[in-house]
């Protein structure tokens, strides 16, 4: 902590220093939104008769810096809005707040509004970052895993039907490598009830996919990438509220909504969701025993035991646009969840009685403040305390078979092991983060972003009369500076960054004590050149370090045991990429292509353990992944769209050798990594049409489709060429036709997933639902 106090005081005093040394010019920032409160990006900012000028950001935010002194007319243009002007006079060193909104040009109703959107300006950042528009999935039931399912470079296999358990791959990593975050804070600040596959698509105005180096605004160790939801913070006032119901006896609801006091600034934000599900969809061709042939024969049978259900609840209340604070929000959450387990990490495995449930309090601080003590100078503070339990039950002297048929077992065998167990698992969390960012000029800026998370685990068995509770105490930092510079005419952004990683780990169970601790640094730089205005080439490089997670070290009480003898996994990362978009008149084009390499060393993975019945992450020396991905994009107006994306990744174990010394190869060297797919492609359209039935109306039909090449379940170096364990290709189609009313304020839907009912798998080959349908619907209004 010393180093990290010197080393936060020597970024404030160069900052400081820096801001001295610029006194004399003035700066003029602030926002620009429309009469309906929603922020504008693309608005030009020019101080008349000068060339200094500037356009609004995603947020609507603009800065303009290096101003002499003097008296200025300062014009705000859009297309397809008013003009604005106004008079300011500036002094030496002032920093003028300046917000303003602007009006739709009713008079001129035949311009084309060609500024780009936001989706557009991020997927032509410097990092690889695919943005998708949750607002075609509005109407659907999708959940957020569903929708990024269909992304480039992504594949999510679930063990089972709603709720289920879940391992998530971009670019060949998986699981624990790629971090997951709710407006930048990390998504399990809120519980483990709190899953991408569980939170409704209308919760998000869109999701950031960040392929292998992260911003350090993110404040993350992910070494594989970063998904960030991202909620509708723009309209003041609104309301979205969902239900649907669908097959399997499967029922969903969700709400948000915004309501803000225009006179006191007064904020209220809430959201909540609550899901249910029997899951008991069809098993084809399960194995059980047959007394009458005393042999095992192939049969089709429904899930019996698989019910889940969740629920989730938020508020935040706050001020806005205050002179001390440009946001300041306390909010509070509950989350819960309980689970009927059907399967251990393999379908063989079946269970009949055991159960999980559990659920999470969470209360938070949101501050930010643009020019926070200096001029320039932007500060955003996040902080929370949270409760996060839940108990695994296995007390049935029961082993049962897909029949549902069970039979007593002989002491002391119980379902998931040979212990009646009620494993009971606390986990309290603080999470802090603070982030500052300082404008030094419009094309040059420095971001600094300090994360601390500290949790401790308790885990013990409620049966067992004064059982150790094995206390154990994970303390994270990481520090990250990042600096932005463009050229060119910001034809080239070029962002360095160094991260710093430190994490204290505390380990006590009966047999051992364990104390360790870790420091180290990563770097990396993210850049791209525009050699057109819509075209340009774009890469990033990376040395990053991933810090073990909580289930990894200790377990989860059911499908994983723990591993303390883990150590944290570096890997090189590298992304270019390409890409091309183009308006013109109707149509809308957008073209990528990207590879990326990845070298990790200290691989963490899951491995299966047959004996226990669950599985164990373990440390591989080195793995090599490599691979290309592609997407193109066209839409007409708002009536018709096409997408086409493929994805090919090559993960190899490039471990040579087990332990030093030996001079025979492992028999897995450069063998693909078991359990993850290396080929999928994904193609979707839809077709809308609007004033069909009447006035202010819309009908909608969307189809998706998915294919997965086939790929191996173990290690292909194990087995003869018939008896390799591997998972057959695979596809899969979606259609959905929805209807709106009233410029979508009333909506309904009908969906339908699997239409073709093929036999599908997942997680260690797991199979996933047949035919199912839904009907849903929504209301909304702002």
């Not at 160069?14 to 001295?20: E, F, G, H, K, V």
């Not at 948000?256 to 969701?273: C, D, E, M, N, P």
Request: include cysteine; aromatic fraction near 14%.
């Amino acid at each position: 902590m010393q180093f990290l106090t010197c080393f936060l005081v020597s970024i404030l005093s160069l900052i400081y220093t820096i801001s001295i040394a610029q006194t004399a010019p003035a700066i003029i920032s602030g926002t620009i939104s429309s009469d309906s409160g929603e922020a504008m990006m693309g608005v030009i900012v020019q101080l008349k008769n000068t060339s200094k000028g500037t356009q609004t950001d995603l947020n609507g935010k603009y800065v303009l810096a290096d101003i002499t002194p003097g008296s200025y007319y300062i014009l705000f243009t859009s297309i397809g809005y008013k003009n604005d002007s106004m008079h300011v006079h500036l002094h030496p060193g002032q920093v003028l707040q300046l917000n303003r909104k602007m009006s739709v040009d009713t008079l001129d109703k035949a311009i084309v509004i060609t500024a780009k959107n936001e989706v557009e300006e991020l997927r032509e950042s410097g990092f690889s970052v695919n943005v998708i528009e949750t607002k075609q999935y509005a109407n659907t039931t999708a959940d957020i895993n569903q929708v990024l399912n269909r992304t480039s470079g992504i594949r999510i296999r679930e063990s089972g039907g709603v709720g289920s358990d879940f391992n998530f791959s971009l670019n060949g990593l998986s699981g624990k490598q790629i971090k997951y975050f709710i407006d930048g804070i990390p998504m399990d600040v809120l519980g483990s009830s709190m899953t991408l596959n569980n939170v409704p698509v209308n919760l998000a105005e869109r999701i950031e996919v960040y392929k292998g180096v992260v911003p350090v605004s993110l404040g993350s160790d992910a070494m594989g990438g970063a998904i960030n939801i991202v909620t509708n913070q723009k309209v003041k006032n609104f309301l979205d509220a969902s239900y649907s119901y669908g097959s399997f006896n499967t029922h969903r609801a969700a709400v948000t909504g915004q309501y803000t006091h225009t006179k006191t600034g007064l904020v209220v934000r809430t959201s909540a969701f609550y899901n249910f599900s029997n899951n008991n969809y069809i098993m084809r061709n399960v194995e059980v025993w047959d007394a009458a042939q005393y042999s095992f024969v192939e049969k089709n049978f429904r899930r019996f035991h698989d019910t889940y259900q969740s629920m989730m609840g938020q508020i935040e209340v706050g001020l806005m646009n205050k002179k001390w604070a440009d946001v300041f929000f306390i909010g509070g959450a509950f989350s819960g969840y309980t689970q009927d387990v059907q399967t251990g990490f393999q379908q063989t495995i079946v269970y009949g009685r055991v159960t999980r449930k559990g659920h999470a309090f969470n209360g938070s601080v949101r501050y930010k403040k643009d020019n926070f003590l200096i001029k320039g100078l932007s500060m955003n503070v996040f902080a929370s305390r949270s409760y996060d339990s839940y108990v695994v039950v296995d007390t049935t002297k029961i082993k049962y078979g897909w029949d549902g048929i069970g039979v007593t077992v002989p002491d002391p065998g119980y379902e998931m092991d040979g212990a009646k167990t009620f494993n009971t698992i606390v986990r309290p969390k603080s999470y802090f983060r603070t982030n500052l960012t300082y404008i030094i000029n419009k094309n040059n800026s420095l971001n600094v972003n300090y994360t601390l998370d500290h949790l401790k685990n308790v885990n013990y068995n409620s049966l067992i009369e004064n059982d150790d509770p094995n206390p154990g105490i994970m303390n994270k930092q990481i520090l990250g500076i990042a600096y932005e510079n463009n050229l060119f005419n910001q034809r080239l952004t070029t962002t360095p960054f160094v991260k710093w990683y430190g994490m204290g780990l505390n380990l006590t169970t009966p047999a051992i004590t364990k104390s360790t601790s870790f420091s180290n640094y990563g770097y990396g730089i993210a850049s791209r050149f525009k050699f057109l205005r819509n075209a340009g080439i774009k890469a990033s490089v990376e040395h990053a370090y991933r810090l073990q997670e909580v289930i990894e070290i200790f377990g989860d009480g059911m499908r994983t045991s723990g591993n303390p003898d883990l150590v944290p996994e570096t890997s090189d990362n590298i992304n270019t990429g390409l890409f091309y978009g183009k308006r013109f008149s109707k149509h809308s084009f957008f073209i990528e292509a990207s590879a990326f390499y990845r070298n990790a060393k200290d691989f963490i993975y899951a491995i299966a353990d047959q004996h226990a019945n669950n599985v164990r992450y373990e440390n591989k020396s080195n793995v090599r992944v490599t691979g290309l991905e592609g997407e193109i994009r066209y839409d007409y107006e708002k009536n018709f769209m096409i997408s086409i994306n493929a994805s090919y990744q090559n993960a190899l174990n490039y471990t040579k050798y087990s332990k030093a010394g030996n001079t025979i190869p492992e028999a897995t060297y450069l063998n693909k990594i078991p359990n993850q797919p290396w080929f999928f492609s994904n193609l979707e359209l839809s077709y809308g049409k609007n004033d069909v039935f009447g006035k202010k109306t819309r009908i909608q039909f969307n189809w998706y489709t998915q294919y997965v090449r086939w790929f191996y379940l173990t290690w292909e170096a194990f087995g003869g060429p018939e008896g390799k364990n591997k998972i057959p290709d695979q596809f899969s189609h979606n259609a959905s036709v929805s209807y709106s009313m009233q410029e979508g304020r009333y909506n309904i839907s009908l969906e339908c997933r699997n239409l073709m009912n093929n036999l599908n798998y997942d997680n260690f080959m797991l199979q996933k639902p047949g035919r199912s349908f839904s009907v849903k619907f929504r209301y909304f209004i702002k």
